[in-house]
């Protein structure tokens, strides 16, 4: 037992496993967003990755990794618990695990910004769900004690995998979880724009999974690719535009892009498909440089997006996201 780098954990007050450490809100992230407990359920904003970097850790939402359990600014004894972005706040998001029982999971968790403050300790004021977390000096109350129970996910189309997120309820669309490439929005001086993950073939089970119910609303033959430009490089792909709205994006919808499949789909525009239906087998098609999966996730809140719209143009015009919040198992692992 033990943490690890990089695992997903609950983080649940010793003297009360029913409740969880949740960011407030409706699976939200936003700067300065305050932490409490909350009844402990399979969601978000409940689960927490452990980042170990040199001599101390970061505890950062699942919900979206660039934010980070942080200490308010200024704050001394008892100071508020809240996120915020861990780049632009490097210290105060800085956390030491102190071990109580490591067989349990058991810590504290201290409070790591300089020599000053490390004498506080995560602590809950209460365990009734809804109660605030704070910073405080270690007392002998078991509200500082914290199990980490890690979450586990058997990921594709078994039922398992997925759950309620802020998509909505989805599946994973692969089993493997493994990534080459993650997401970027722009193109950096060394990085071309990447909208969207790449997920490797590295498990028996090669299949794509439609990540949630939805109509299929474009496909493409890799042999007659679409004259749009580049249109080719996409290989064989499918998209589909998703029925439910999503939980914490003011009830806009959200369509999946699944690129350079093995076969040419056989599903065509307009064909409803359930959550973990398989629509294809990872491939090679495109540009590609060997067999993957590039998973792209767009949300958007207008007519191009209601479920039944079909054809590619529209598509480019949305907004787009970076998967890896709703799929939080996913990890670049190039081994
Ligand atoms: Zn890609």
Request: some cysteine; charged content about 15%; overall charge neutral.
């Amino acid at each position: 037992m033990g943490y690890e780098n990089g695992k997903i954990y609950w983080i649940v007050p010793q003297n009360n496993t029913g409740i969880a450490l949740s960011v407030y809100g409706n699976t939200q992230v936003s700067q300065n967003r305050n932490v409490i407990v909350w009844s402990k359920q399979d969601v978000l904003d409940q689960l927490w990755r452990v980042d170990i970097d040199n001599g101390f850790a970061r505890i950062k939402s699942a919900i979206n990794y660039d934010y980070a359990l942080n200490i308010w600014l200024g704050s001394s004894n008892y100071g508020n618990c809240d996120i915020h972005t861990w780049s632009d706040n490097k210290n105060d998001s800085k956390i030491n695990f102190k071990t109580i029982d490591a067989s349990r999971n058991l810590y504290l968790i201290q409070c790591y910004r300089n020599d000053a403050d490390n004498n506080l300790y995560l602590t809950a004021e209460s365990t009734a769900s809804g109660a605030n977390v704070k910073w405080a000096a270690r007392n002998t109350g078991a509200n500082q004690v914290w199990q980490l129970i890690e979450k586990t996910n058997a990921g594709g189309n078994t039922g398992t995998g997925g759950g309620l997120g802020p998509y909505g309820k989805y599946v994973y669309p692969t089993y493997c979880k493994k990534l080459s490439d993650d997401f970027r929005l722009k193109a950096t001086d060394t990085e071309r724009q990447h909208l969207g993950i790449d997920i490797r073939d590295k498990h028996a089970d090669h299949g794509v999974y439609a990540f949630a119910d939805g109509v299929v609303s474009f496909v493409q033959d890799a042999n007659h690719p679409d004259s749009g430009t580049n249109m080719w490089t996409m290989g064989n792909c499918i998209a589909i535009n998703h029925s439910n709205p999503t939980t914490n994006m003011s009830g806009q919808y959200a369509r999946t892009l699944y690129m350079h499949l093995l076969s040419a789909p056989t599903l065509t525009p307009g064909q409803q498909v359930k959550k973990g239906d398989r629509i294809g087998t990872i491939g090679n098609t495109g540009k590609s440089t060997g067999p993957h999966l590039h998973f792209g996730l767009f949300v958007g809140n207008d007519a191009r997006m209601a479920p039944g719209v079909k054809g590619w143009t529209s598509i480019s015009l949305l907004p787009v996201v970076d998967p890896i919040n709703a799929l939080p198992f996913y990890h670049v692992d190039r081994s």
